[in-house]
C-alpha cells in the first residue's frame, strides 16, 4: 500500500519569504511522486514531478521539490513566495514500477496563505 | 499537456435520481482516471477506466453506484446512481500521459444532492 502525509494543514508566509511544503511518503518500491496545485473552484494543476535522476526537480511558477529517500520526504519549496501563490497544494503519490498502476494517493492537502 | 473538459460543471440534484458526468479530452489516452473530492478533503480514486476493458473500481466504491463507460480513447462517463446527500462531491476525470506519466485533471463537476 502506499500513503502520503502533508504534516501541516496550512502554512502562512509573508510575501518575498521562502515556502515550504512538506510531504512524506510511505511506499514499498520506488516511487514515483508529483505535487499539484488547487485554486479556488478550479481543478488540479500539475506543478511537477519525481521519477528518477536528478534529487532536486523544478516544476512551473517557480516551485521546485527535493526527493530523500533516506527521509521518505518530497518537500515543495518556492523561494520567494507571491500572494498568488495562496491556494491548496497537494502531494501524491503513485508505484506503477512491476505494475503498470499509475493510480495517484493523494496527502490531505496543505492550505498556503501568503500575506502581502 | 493534455485539455480536458468536463459536464455538467456543476448540477444540483434530488435524492433518489442519478447524473452521469461526461469526461472529454483532446488526444487520445489509453488510461482515464475517476475521484472524487468531498467537501474539504482531498481526492479519493473511485475507479480507474481503460478503453476496451471494464473499469477497475477501489475498495469502497462498487459499479452498481458508480457505473463507468469508456466507448473510445478521448471520452469517458461516469454515473452517480440512486444519490444521497453523501454523494455531495466534486467529481473530478484525469487522464495519464504515457509517455511523461504525469497526470492531468478536468476541472471537475460540483455536485450537490438535497
Known amino acids: 500500500a502506499q500513503s502520503v502525509a502533508q504534516p501541516e494543514d496550512q502554512v502562512n508566509v509573508a510575501e518575498g519569504n521562502p515556502l515550504t511544503v512538506k510531504c512524506t511518503y510511505s511506499v514499498s518500491g520506488n516511487p514515483y511522486l508529483f505535487w499539484y496545485v488547487q485554486y479556488p473552484n478550479r481543478g488540479l494543476q500539475f506543478l511537477l514531478k519525481y521519477i528518477t535522476g536528478d534529487n532536486l526537480v523544478k516544476g512551473s511558477y517557480g516551485f521546485e521539490a527535493e526527493f530523500n529517500k533516506s527521509q521518505t520526504s518530497f518537500h515543495l519549496k518556492k523561494p520567494s513566495a507571491l500572494v498568488s501563490d495562496s491556494a491548496l497544494y497537494f502531494c501524491?503519490?503513485?508505484?506503477?514500477?512491476?505494475?503498470?498502476?499509475?493510480?495517484?494517493?493523494f496527502g490531505a492537502g496543505t492550505t498556503v496563505t501568503v500575506r502581502a | 499537456s493534455a485539455v480536458i473538459s468536463q459536464k455538467p460543471s456543476r448540477d444540483i440534484c434530488q435524492r433518489g435520481t442519478s447524473l452521469t458526468i461526461q469526461c472529454q479530452v483532446d488526444?487520445?489516452?489509453?488510461?482515464m482516471f475517476w475521484y472524487r473530492q468531498q467537501p474539504g478533503q482531498s481526492l479519493t480514486l473511485i475507479a480507474t477506466?481503460?478503453?476496451?476493458?471494464?473499469?477497475?473500481?477501489e475498495s469502497g466504491f462498487v459499479i452498481d453506484k458508480f457505473p463507468i463507460s469508456r466507448p473510445n480513447l478521448t471520452f469517458s462517463t461516469l454515473t452517480v446512481s440512486n444519490m444521497s446527500p453523501e454523494d455531495s462531491s466534486i467529481y473530478l476525470c484525469?487522464?495519464?500521459?504515457?509517455?511523461?506519466?504525469?497526470?492531468?485533471f478536468g476541472p471537475g463537476t460540483r455536485l450537490t444532492v438535497t
Open positions: 484525469s487522464v495519464l500521459s504515457d509517455s511523461i506519466y504525469e497526470q492531468y
Open positions: 477506466a481503460n478503453q476496451g476493458s471494464e473499469a477497475t473500481y
Open positions: 501524491a503519490v503513485s508505484l506503477p514500477e512491476g505494475s503498470n498502476d499509475y493510480k495517484l494517493s
Open positions: 488526444s487520445q489516452v489509453t488510461m
